[in-house]
C-alpha cells in the first residue's frame, strides 16, 4: 500500500523559505514518477514539480522555476521541496503524490496516490 505524508508547511512572510517533506512507503522511485501539485482556494490543482528516476529528469512550472528544488533521499524513502523567494501567489494547500507511470507526467489525473497535503500561507 503507498502512503505518502507531507509535513513543513506554515505561514512566512513573501521573499522567505520553507522546505517541505514527503514520507513515503509501498512503491519504487525506479518504477514510479513522484510529484509535488498544489491548489490554492477556488482554482484547479496544478502541478509544480515532478521528478522521474527512470528517466532521470525534473519538470518545474514556470511559476516555480529558479525557486523552487525537488530532491529525495530514497535512503529514508523521503521526497523534499525546497521553496525559496516565496511569493503570496504561492499560498495553496500542496501534495505530493505518484504515479504508476515511470515517464514524466505532470498533470494530476495521471497521479494514483496522493498525501492529505500541507497548507502554505505566504503574507505580503
Known amino acids: 500500500e503507498v502512503q505518502l505524508v507531507e509535513s513543513g508547511g506554515g505561514l512566512v512572510q513573501a521573499g522567505g523559505s520553507l522546505r517541505l517533506s514527503c514520507a513515503t512507503s509501498?512503491?519504487?522511485?525506479?518504477?514510479?514518477?513522484i510529484g509535488w501539485f498544489r491548489q490554492a482556494p477556488g482554482k484547479e490543482r496544478e502541478g509544480v514539480s515532478v521528478?522521474?528516476?527512470?528517466?532521470?529528469?525534473?519538470w518545474y512550472a514556470d511559476s516555480v522555476k529558479g525557486r523552487f528544488t525537488l530532491s529525495s533521499n530514497e535512503a529514508e524513502n523521503t521526497v523534499y521541496l525546497q521553496m525559496n523567494s516565496l511569493k503570496p501567489e504561492d499560498t495553496a494547500a500542496y501534495y505530493c503524490?505518484?504515479?504508476?507511470?515511470?515517464?514524466?507526467?505532470?498533470?494530476?489525473?495521471?497521479?494514483?496516490?496522493w498525501g492529505q497535503g500541507t497548507q502554505v500561507t505566504v503574507s505580503s
Open positions: 503524490a505518484v504515479s504508476d507511470y515511470t515517464i514524466l507526467v505532470i498533470t494530476p489525473d495521471m497521479y494514483n496516490y
Open positions: 509501498g512503491f519504487s522511485f525506479d518504477h514510479h514518477t
Open positions: 521528478f522521474s528516476k527512470s528517466e532521470k529528469s525534473t
